[in-house]
Structure formats: structure tokens, C-alpha cells
T-cell receptor, first 112, second 113 residues
Framework: QKEVEQNSGPLSVPEGAIASLNCTYS??????FFWYRQYSGKSPELIMS????GDKEDGRFTAQLNKASQYVSLLIRDSQPSDSATYLC????????????FGKGTMLLVSP | NAGVTQTPKFRILKIGQSMTLQCTQD?????MYWYRQDPGMGLKLIYY???????DKGEVPNGYNVSRSTTEDFPLRLELAAPSQTSVYFC????????????FGDGTRLSIL
């Protein structure tokens, strides 16, 4: 079982729609979860972080965490063409020091 | 703020050559990391450091070496370049603690021919 799994996509949504990106993880001891956005040819940039069960909202972005189901998601409301990118889910690994395990990412395409 | 700075941005090496990828950060972060990213793949951790003089292997350390003599700098050394090391390399840094996010440099695109 892969440690952090994401659907590779592409996920295609029309402009203005809600995009839903999903991630599952295998380590039940994981405590911190991050979503990064990566434009083609660029470096990852942090979008959201979440540490507790439930929802966390920041502008058009909402992160959702369910530790019992080992599931974290990112919702993007009112999707814009500029949101077209690959979204990476990252989960901390409890190995004594703080390291992250990344999923392969989901490509999101928002069409005008 | 400069953040995390990586040099060079692009490099072509011949098989068997050596080189050092430079990484420096000005955020006074204790933790620093090196990742590689192959096309269509996620980030794979090569090495990391939790402070000056302390380094540890990540998921894919073979063929690489690191050192951390200062808080700011974390160079990655390739001793005998192989085609399998063709990749994009990212350096990142973070503050201490599991809740602290990592901040990435712009990356180095390395081709081994």
C-alpha cells in the first residue's frame, strides 16, 4: 500500500465550478497534512495546512480532514483557469524528525 | 525576502562527472531537505538535516552526499553522475516541529548525458 495516494487526474472542471481533490494516507499516526500547488515547471507552494478533524477554510480553499478514514481533501470553490496546476498532498511521517511524504499529485484543469 | 535560493537553475553533466547543487536559506530555519522530482512523480526525499552538523538519509539517498556546516547552507553533492539522476531537484526548509510547512526553492533542472 502506497503511503500517500492521489488520483493522478487530470480532473477537468469548468470555470466557476467546485473542484474536489482527494488524498488518502496509510500512517495512522500522521498528525499534519499539507496541500501544495505546483504550476508546470515551477516549485511547490503551500496552499493549506490542516491538523485537526473537520474543515478549515481560507478564501476559496477548504481543506477537510478525517483521521478515522485516513482521508484529506481540498475543495476549490469558484474555480478559475489560474487554478490549473498539479496539487500535491503531503503528510508528515512520525520518524522522530519532521519529514513529509508526498503523493504524486492530481492535475487540475479549469476550462474557461 | 529571498527565502530558499538554489543554484544553478539548469545544468547538463556528462556521465561520471561530479557537481554540487547549492542551497541557502535566509529564514533561520533549522530543518532543510533535498528532494528529486521525476516527470509525473511526486517528490522523493533524498537527504534532510535538522541542524548544523546533523544529516540523515531519506528515501532515495544512493549516489548523493550532503553536508550542513551552517544553518543557512545545505549543498547536495553528486559524485559520479548517472543518467538515472536526471531530474529536477528541490531544496526546502522549515522551522522545527511537525506542524511547520516546508518552503521550497525554485529548483535545479539537471540532465545527465
Amino acid at each position: 500500500q502506497k503511503e500517500v495516494e492521489q488520483n493522478s487526474g487530470p480532473l477537468s472542471v469548468p470555470e466557476g465550478a467546485i473542484a474536489s481533490l482527494n488524498c488518502t494516507y496509510s500512517d495512522r499516526g500522521s498528525q499534519s497534512f499539507f496541500w501544495y500547488r505546483q504550476y508546470s515547471g515551477k516549485s511547490p507552494e503551500l496552499i493549506m495546512s490542516i491538523y485537526s478533524n473537520g474543515d478549515k477554510e481560507d478564501g476559496r480553499f477548504t481543506a477537510q480532514l478525517n483521521k478515522a478514514s485516513q482521508y484529506v481533501s481540498l475543495l476549490i470553490r469558484d474555480s478559475q483557469p489560474s487554478d490549473s496546476a498539479t496539487y500535491l498532498c503531503a503528510v508528515n511521517r512520525r520518524s522522530g524528525y519532521s519529514t513529509l511524504t508526498f503523493g504524486k499529485g492530481t492535475m487540475l484543469l479549469v476550462s474557461p | 525576502n529571498a527565502g530558499v535560493t538554489q543554484t544553478p537553475k539548469f545544468r547538463i553533466l556528462k556521465i561520471g562527472q561530479s557537481m554540487t547543487l547549492q542551497c541557502t536559506q535566509d529564514m533561520n530555519h533549522n530543518y532543510m531537505y533535498w528532494y528529486r522530482q521525476d516527470p509525473g512523480m511526486g517528490l522523493k526525499l533524498i537527504y534532510y538535516s535538522v541542524g548544523a552538523g546533523i544529516t540523515d538519509k531519506g528515501e532515495v539517498p544512493n549516489g548523493y552526499n550532503v553536508s550542513r556546516s551552517t544553518t543557512e547552507d545545505f549543498p547536495l553533492r553528486l559524485e559520479l553522475a548517472a543518467p538515472s539522476q536526471t531530474s529536477v531537484y528541490f531544496c526546502a526548509s522549515s522551522s522545527r516541529g511537525e506542524t511547520q510547512p516546508q518552503h521550497f526553492g525554485d529548483g535545479t533542472r539537471l540532465s545527465i548525458l
